[in-house]
């Protein structure tokens, strides 16, 4: 819209059509505030409360109503011509998460119109395997923009911590990264020409990097795949990818339920390990553990991180026991209860307040957080 609404239509669009006798039919405007109104009605109008308020007559109900006959293409179209990118996010949000509209993530046509965002990634993961070839390309684009954004954001800031802070040291090493200017300049000043207003340079110095690494490390990530962990594979796989290369680490990435596949090999291409990901299943913590230590080849520089909600679907007392004997032999073992950026800490207590007392450490944090604890764990 090309201007603001008035105040009280604005509050007719947040309230919906409950309000509309109230503020006095502010809300029977014509053009786009029409159409706002119908678009959210379309959304909202199928909120449960709001249905059983209809069939006890708490509120008229009115037939009729334009937003009844938007399709899930017609409803994307018009919030993309309506709203602002951020309300659409919110809108296309509300719609996967809150109301289940599938078709958001399996029409093509609306494909080709949503805004990319985490939300819709984690539910084109949830239906990959009802999509077409046609549908699943179209996905797939999704993906890998959603990737591409959450690589961006997480690379910088997991590669400085982990890549060691810069050295005050000063060397004429040129394969040094960072141009030490100040004593440059210093090193050269009798090369000043006054006639030429130029200065030459024989002496380049450089900033050092302190390798906070001197042997490799092994970092073991194992993602519990079931359906509610579904932020956390994503972020994984983005986190894996990031930390995949960097000098004195060497990275798993292992996904679990019942069983355990080791996608170590695809840590290169998180859009292509994300779509071959299969969510769902039980859950068993110990053979995943079972599984990492295995992997282990120098036991005291090795990081088990185990990303999961801690409910065990095997037996808790195995699982505790295969924890104890990797801190007992030295192993760091992290348990994270939440990976992705809500960072939202619901999973078993009690079982995790066990793994700590075997040793293990827990909490719930962002992938930024993951990777400096990781740092701090590597450095202690």
């Known amino acids: 819209m090309s201007c603001e609404p008035p105040p009280l239509q604005r509050w007719r669009l947040v309230l919906g059509e409950a309000a509309e006798e109230a503020l006095g039919g502010c809300g029977e405007g014509v053009g786009d505030l029409a159409a706002m109104d119908a678009a959210l009605a379309w959304l909202y109008g199928r909120d449960p409360e709001l249905a059983e308020r209809d069939v006890r007559g708490d509120r008229p109900q009115r037939g009729g109503s334009e937003a009844s006959r938007l399709t899930v293409p017609d409803w994307i179209n018009e919030i993309h011509r309506l709203f602002p990118r951020e309300t659409i996010e919110r809108l296309e949000q509300d719609a996967v998460e809150r109301y289940g509209i599938d078709e958001v993530v399996t029409n093509p046509d609306v494909l080709a119109r949503v805004e990319p965002n985490e939300v819709l990634l984690a539910a084109v993961l949830r239906v990959k395997h009802l999509m077409n070839p046609e549908v699943l390309a179209q996905a797939r684009r999704l993906v890998a923009e959603v990737v591409r954004r959450l690589m961006e954001k997480l ?50 110095w450089f900033f050092t990097r302190r390798r906070r690494f001197l042997d490799p490390w092994q970092i073991v990530l194992l993602v519990d795949q079931s359906g509610s962990m579904v932020g956390s594979v994503i972020h994984s796989a983005v986190t894996a990818a990031c930390l995949s290369g960097l000098p004195g680490l060497r990275t798993h990435l292992i996904a679990f339920d019942t069983a355990v596949v080791d996608l170590t090999e695809r840590t290169s291409d998180p859009v292509e390990l994300l779509m071959k990901v299969q969510l769902g299943g039980g859950t068993d913590i110990g053979r995943a553990v079972a599984y990492a230590t295995q992997l282990l080849e120098t036991p005291r520089r090795s990081i088990v991180v185990l990303i999961t909600d801690f409910y065990e679907g095997g037996s808790p007392d195995l699982l505790v026991r295969r924890v104890k004997a990797l801190c007992e032999q030295g192993t760091k073992v992290l348990g994270l209860a939440a990976l992705d950026e809500q960072a939202k800490p619901v999973y078993d207590r009690d079982l995790a307040a066990r793994l700590v007392r075997a040793g293990a450490h827990v909490a719930a944090m962002t992938p930024g957080e993951l990777a400096g604890w990781i740092a701090e764990k590597v450095g202690g």
């Open 155 to 204: 690379a910088r800031e997991v590669r400085q911590v982990l890549s060691g802070a810069r050295d005050r040291r000063r060397t004429l090493r040129r394969g040094a990264r960072k141009l030490d200017v100040r004593r440059t300049l210093r090193a050269n000043l009798g090369l000043w020409s006054p006639t030429e207003r130029k200065l030459y340079v024989e002496k380049i």
